[in-house]
């Protein structure tokens, strides 16, 4: 972050995070409620709480392409920033699949777990059983938001999709069919001007970077840009394996990615197998 904490303004960051904070607590209880009590609520009411964060942070999200509609979708992302849980819950109700670390988080563990966030090891021996409760919450009717790179990126480009955790697209037994539908996020501007690679960094969080001092710069930055582009949905049996699918999702969320940095019209991505409803 060396230089980019210098292009963000700390009264503002101070604004948006006191604005944030008195909009988050009051409902983080609410939310909780909902949650136990398993109402109807629990799924829909962080939609309607991140669309409101995304006003306080200054997100300008254009969104090309429909989401699939009355199915369960799993929905196949890349990974820039935590900036992607409150663009995606902002644009349609969602829960997330993240590493179990997470959970253990303070502050965002618990949000992550009020979201009702499913989180999973990514180790190779636990996939049968991480991917049955992804099965099991899209069977309920969720939309699942996958980053299916297992990591965040430099938002420069998609990095490899990991082929273990598509086997959640097999529909259960007796169960609806699952629909996967890659999705491309990209950020691309801030305060109305084209954001290069070298500022970049400073909305993409990756690697050894930390956590807070990263969050404090970006909420300081002026209004930022984000290109989502919902391509069109598929499904593992079209596809006809994991690795086939993951590899579809890939190209067409890196095809989409370079040419959203490039500053190029980023039209949705056809299914190369066959296309399945859209809303």
């Not at 909420?219 to 582009?229: A, D, N, Q, Y």
Request: proline content about 7%; overall charge positive; glycine content about 8%.
């Amino acid at each position: 972050m060396t230089g980019l904490d210098q292009i963000g303004s700390s009264a503002l960051a101070f604004f948006r995070s006191a604005v944030y904070i008195a909009l988050t607590l009051p409902l983080m209880p609410v939310q909780a409620l909902f949650v136990a009590l398993g109402l109807p609520f629990a799924r829909t009411f962080p939609h309607w709480y991140h669309a409101r964060c995304a006003k306080i942070f200054g997100l300008d999200i254009r969104v090309t392409g429909a989401p699939a509609s009355d199915v369960p979708v799993l929905i196949a992302s890349n990974h820039v920033s935590y900036l992607d849980i409150i663009v995606y819950s902002s644009i349609l109700p969602v829960s997330f699949v993240a590493k179990r670390e997470v959970a253990a988080w303070p502050f965002f563990g618990m949000l992550a777990k009020l979201q009702r966030t499913v989180f999973v090891e990514r180790r190779p021996r636990a996939v049968g059983r991480e991917t049955g409760a992804i099965q099991r919450r899209l069977a309920a009717g969720d939309n699942v938001v996958l980053f299916a790179e297992g990591t965040t990126g430099d938002g420069n480009r998609a990095l490899g999709f990991k082929s273990a955790l598509f086997a959640a697209a097999e529909p259960l037994e007796g169960g609806p069919e699952i629909v996967v539908q890659p999705a491309t996020i990209a950020y691309t501007r801030l305060d109305g001007m084209p954001l290069c690679r070298s500022l970049r960094p400073a909305v993409a969080w990756y690697g050894d970077m930390e956590l807070l001092p990263h969050l404090w710069a970006l909420i300081g930055l002026g209004r930022i840009g984000v290109e989502v582009v919902l391509h069109a949905p598929t499904t593992l049996a079209v596809a006809g394996s994991r690795k086939a699918l993951a590899q579809h999702c890939e190209e067409a969320v890196g095809r989409t990615l370079a040419a959203a940095n490039a500053g190029r019209e980023t039209p949705p991505i056809p299914a190369l197998y066959g296309a399945v409803g859209a809303a």
